[in-house]
């Protein structure tokens, strides 16, 4: 019994006769021919009678030769084996005799004549000719046609597909967006105008850069456009505060300078804009586009925008889409003109990828209109405005990586720094509520891998989001339950894929910026109470700069500050250990009272030009001692020598940017010099740099005009100083001073001697040593009539009196109305006539603390309480120095909220002792 499979059928061959078997077996075979065969493997199949071998091909691919059965094989008789021939052997040969053969005569060697060389004939290159595209090879199909006979039939190569043009019956072909055509001057004229009529739409500026700079430092518009204006004109933020605070409100320098970047952030975007829409050249560029642009108020949203149109940037799934050619037909859906239905997809499909079905075609839609919606003027207004929502989240958790550096370093008995981020490993808090510290941490352990940092956008705001893309762009429109669905595919998309990810690049941006923002703010205002510290005159300082194994280096300075003696110590040397209780208490003995000064940056400055030319031939060593010691005396004369980066230590300072950390700190050592103000006839050119107005050309010329004449009578006299003009003279004049002491001991002058020049007498003016500006002299000298005193009293107990009682009767207002000047001007000549002739604004900050006893980490104990100085300042608490060699952290939530600033004086509390990290927990008490 025998089986036979083929396609579609199944022969048993025992039910029939051998003769009716083998005829209906080859008629079925004949027929399963006509079917689709596989030509993979050949198959014979055999019965169990004598039948003809019947041979079977089948292949993969569709069979396109008839079948032609095998001829039957003819019966022959057996044949007869042949009876094997008896072998004869054969005689053995018999060697012949080798003769040896007479040696051939060598032929002589004829020289062959030198090739003579072939000119070189250039050659001609023959032009390229562009070869012709090959088209692609016809592939055949085996069609199987209803009379069962074969039919081959070719797809066509064109790649122009037929769509019907605005949904209708007019057929157009589209084919891939093909390289514009246009020359640069069209291209150009088909932005301008779209941004032309995007500016008319909106009515020029769609918001102002008042309210942008007001929005984002949270003033009132009216006094961000007067800074603005301010800031325009020039005018500098020492100036602005003290002499135009009736236009700014009185805001503070920090104040006014965040005012100031907000503003520089405004005009980057502004010319961000410009550029971009000067260099972007695509005749698709339209008004709605152009209005996008124009609405951006963040480099982010412009970057945004900006993408598609990037030269050689990566395309997005949107700009391939449209090079299909489907943005056509994403717009009318968008405009919901036109349905699915209507667009007759099926008439899209072609082998191109992208345009293979009718999946892959609504995908391309699909990415068009997330983009059209995501990029939409509208939304990201509205996302704007969610950006701040207090219930987004920061999360962080501890990455994948970290922990397989923790398991190895464990395994191989090391240490990891991942412990500096154990506070962050599940944090979860609100963007309103996150810390500056935080967030700086945050990113830096991002940095490191050794953090993963999320931000959780929850579902009402999402909601909120897509809800407002459909009622902007499908509310009140009628759409069929496929158009319906898809659209709604297309509004999660974009926010999913788009919008989403956007907000999380705004969100820890603007929390990064705010970060860093304050991280400098929190080193400027270190920097600048270290500045004003108070000075302590007329005392003989011993200079100590500490060193272990290059020892300790000494400096005596006088009560001038001229250096008396320099010297080095080794207090620690293992070789006079026995003469080193000795050493120290003879020492100590001597020293009746010290102060511990900060010493960063000392040893920078020691190996500076300045230093070189102020100190020739000394020690650079030597030089930081001269350094510690003259910080004493005069803290802001010597830190003005040291680049304020180098000056202290602030919150993750070193993450920010230097160019902006510098501008900042730069701006708070000119605010603090000309606060405390200098005296032009005596004050160094490297302090007079630092002054309002004043640069170093400038500086040059005034030190060599004061060098010629030898002093400055007048504050007018900076007038005639080579490019110092008015803008420079308004700008610095309240910040100098002309003190008469000063000139008598330089040039013997006295109030009556004269200085000429290009027919200008100078004569000395009491006001000029007061912080009065010039543009109020003639306010001052009739206040002074009014209070019936001389100019020569300013400075003086007497006219300190007569201000008092003459305000005791009066106000600021009554008399800025008696004079028809602002209150403010009227306040500051008020506080300059009430100021004596010593007068030291750093006076009003706390003096240096000074100690008569040693004490040690190891004699504290919990509960004790102690005296210090504030080092350092941050967003979490304050470092106190207890003079204990190591800074007790006040945590913010101890400080009974108090503001700390450097320098500042306090009692404190020790509450926790650890001596393996040397950690000192600290409370306010006072």
């Known amino acids: ?90 005689e053995p040969k018999v060697p012949k005799p080798k003769v040896p053969k007479a040696p051939k005569e060598p032929k002589p060697k004829v020289p062959k004549a030198p090739k003579e060389p072939k000119p070189k004939v250039p050659k001609v290159l023959k032009p390229k000719v562009p070869k012709e595209p090959k088209l692609k090879a016809v592939r055949k199909k085996t069609i199987k046609s209803e009379n069962t006979e074969l039919v081959t039939a070719e797809n066509s190569t064109d790649y122009e597909i037929p769509i019907l043009d605005e949904f209708g019956n007019n057929s157009k072909a589209i084919t891939s967006q093909p390289r514009s055509t246009k020359s640069d001057a069209e291209l150009e004229k088909i932005v301008s105008g779209a941004v032309a009529r995007a500016r008319k739409s909106i009515g020029g500026q769609p918001w102002s850069d008042a309210q942008a700079v007001a929005e984002s430092s949270q003033v009132p518009v009216q006094v961000a456009e007067n800074v603005i204006d301010l800031l325009k004109q020039d005018c500098t933020i020492p100036f602005i505060v ?48 152009a209005t996008s642009f124009l609405c951006a108020k963040s480099l982010e949203e412009v970057e945004l925008l900006y993408a598609p149109f990037k030269p050689g940037g990566k395309r997005t799934l949107a700009e391939r889409s449209k090079e299909l050619g489907l943005e056509t037909i994403a717009l009318r859906l968008l405009e919901t003109k036109s349905s699915l239905r209507e667009a007759n997809l099926s008439s899209l499909i072609k082998p191109q990828k992208g345009l293979q079905s009718e999946q892959e075609i609504l995908s ?314 200098v005296d032009l006839n005596v004050c160094s050119e490297l302090l007079l740099r630092k002054i309002s107005g004043l640069n170093a050309a400038r500086v040059k010329q005034i030190v060599e005009y004061r060098t010629k004449n030898s002093c400055f009578v007048n504050r007018q006299q900076l007038m005639e100083i080579k490019g110092l003009g008015q803008k420079s003279f308004e700008q610095c004049a309240g910040f100098v001073k002309i003190l008469p002491e000063t000139c008598s001991m330089l040039s013997s002058v006295s109030e009556s001697q004269t200085k000429k020049k290009a027919k200008t007498t100078y004569v000395l003016d009491p006001l000029d040593r007061t912080i009065i500006h010039p543009e109020s002299y003639d306010t001052a000298q009739r206040f002074l009539e009014e209070l019936k005193a001389n100019p020569q009293d300013i400075g003086q107990p007497s006219l300190v009196n007569k201000v008092n009682r003459y305000m005791q009767f009066t106000n600021l207002e009554s008399v800025a109305s008696q004079f028809s000047v602002p209150v403010a001007v009227i306040q500051l000549i008020v506080d300059a006539f009430r100021q ?89 008490i006072l």
């Open 242 to 289: 003290r002499y135009r605070k009736q236009v700014t409100g009185g805001l503070q320098a920090e104040k006014l300078r965040e005012i100031q970047e907000s503003y520089e952030e405004v005009k980057l975007v502004h010319r961000k804009v410009d550029t971009i829409l000067k260099t972007i050249k695509d005749e698709k560029f339209d008004e709605t586009i």
């Open 364 to 677: 391309g839609i699909q990415h068009i209109i997330a983009d059209k919606v995501s990029k939409d003027s509208r939304v990201l207004d509205f996302i704007r405005g969610k950006l701040r929502n207090s219930q987004i989240r920061v999360l962080s958790a501890k990455s994948a990586n970290a922990e397989k550096a923790d398991r190895q370093a464990f395994v191989e008995g090391k240490s990891t720094q991942s412990f500096k981020y154990e506070n962050y490993y599940q944090l979860n808090i609100s963007i309103s509520h996150i810390a500056s510290h935080q967030v700086m941490a945050l990113n830096r352990g991002e940095k490191q891998k050794v953090l993963k940092v999320k931000i959780q956008i929850p579902f009402n705001v999402k909601n909120d989001i897509t809800n407002y893309i459909w009622n902007c762009f499908f509310s009140g429109k009628h759409l069929d339950p496929e158009t319906l669905n898809f659209i709604k595919q297309c509004v999660e998309d974009s926010f999913e894929r788009l919008i989403e990810p956007y907000m999380t690049r705004q969100i820890r941006s603007e929390l990064t910026k705010k970060a860093e923002k304050e991280s400098i703010n929190v080193f400027g205002a270190n920097v600048r109470s270290l500045l004003l510290t108070p000075p302590v005159r007329g005392k003989t300082v011993l200079g100590i700069d500490p060193g272990f194994v290059h020892g300790c280096k000494i400096a005596t300075v006088s009560s001038k500050g001229e250096v008396l003696c320099t010297d080095v110590i080794y207090p620690h040397s293992k070789r006079k250990q026995s003469f080193q209780t000795t050493d120290e208490e003879k020492v100590l003995s001597m020293i009746s009272e010290y102060n511990i000064v900060n010493e960063n940056g000392a040893s920078i400055y020691s190996v500076t030009k300045e230093a070189e030319a102020e100190l020739p031939g000394m020690d650079p060593n030597l030089r930081s001692a001269v350094s510690i010691a003259r910080r004493l005396q005069d803290p802001l004369l010597e830190y003005v020598k040291i680049e304020p980066k180098h000056l202290g230590v602030g919150m993750y300072q070193h993450d920010v940017s230097e160019s902006q950390l510098k501008k900042a700190l730069d701006g708070i050592v000119e605010e603090c010099v000309s606060f405390v103000g």
């Open 836 to 924: 004596l002739q010593d007068y030291d604004i750093r006076k009003e900050f706390d003096q240096p603390l000074f100690r008569t006893s040693i004490q040690t980490f190891s004699d504290l104990q919990t509960s004790q309480e102690l005296t210090g100085r504030v080092n350092n300042t941050t967003a979490f608490g304050a470092f106190v120095d207890c003079g204990v060699g190591t800074n007790g952290l006040i945590h913010s939530s101890k400080m009974k909220g108090r503001k700390l600033n450097v320098g500042d004086r306090v009692k404190v509390k020790v509450l926790e002792i650890n001596g393996a990290k040397k950690r000192l927990g600290l409370e306010l």
């Open 1 to 90: 019994m025998g089986h036979v499979s083929f396609p579609l059928m199944f022969i048993n061959v025992e039910k029939e006769p051998i003769k009716t078997r083998k005829r209906n077996l080859k008629s079925n075979l004949l027929n399963t021919m006509d079917l689709p065969m596989k030509r993979k493997r050949t198959t014979v199949v055999k019965t169990e009678q004598n039948f003809s071998d019947i041979e079977i091909i089948s292949s993969e691919e569709d069979a396109s030769d008839e079948y032609v059965p095998s001829p039957k094989k003819r019966k022959t008789a057996p044949k007869v084996k042949k009876e094997p021939k008896a072998k004869i052997p054969k």
